[in-house]
């Protein structure tokens, strides 16, 4: 089992910057890809950012590349996701998630077993 706290999230006006955390416990053998996820009402969750607790590859959904940084402690059990240049369509909730098979479809939500509960994140323009 793994359990996955997020927090970090907040206000911020477009342009700004937030940093969320994800700590996880539990399984490490669980836990070899962390990522994270976001949704607002009425649409599907969303893939944002993967990072391959082994090896540190991360990848990145086109809407963020460039403007938000997926990464871990040396412990690897935190992930992060920075997010620079916000925008207002940034607006949703995000969700940390973890799995411990991760070979293919990295950013799709049926992949990962474990998650979070969320934490708000609102970009006003």
């Known amino acids: 089992q793994v359990q996955l706290v997020e927090s970090g999230g907040g206000s911020v006006q477009a342009g700004g910057s937030l940093r969320l955390s994800c700590a996880a416990s539990?399984?490490?053998?669980?836990?070899?890809?962390m990522a994270w996820f976001r949704q607002v009402p009425g649409k599907e969750r969303e893939g944002v950012a993967v990072?391959?607790?082994?090896?540190?590859?991360?990848y990145y959904a086109d809407s963020v590349e460039g403007r938000f940084t997926i990464s871990q402690d040396n412990a690897k059990t935190t992930a992060y996701l920075q997010m620079s240049s916000l925008k207002p369509e940034d607006t949703a909730m995000y969700y940390c998630?973890?799995?411990?098979?991760?070979?293919?479809?990295?950013?799709?939500?049926?992949?990962?077993?474990?998650w979070g509960q969320g934490t708000e994140v609102t970009v006003s323009s």
């Open positions: 539990g399984s490490t053998y669980s836990r070899n890809c």
């Open positions: 998630a973890a799995t411990r098979l991760c070979f293919r479809d990295l950013l799709v939500e049926v992949t990962y077993n474990y």
């Open positions: 990072i391959l607790t082994s090896s540190g590859d991360t």
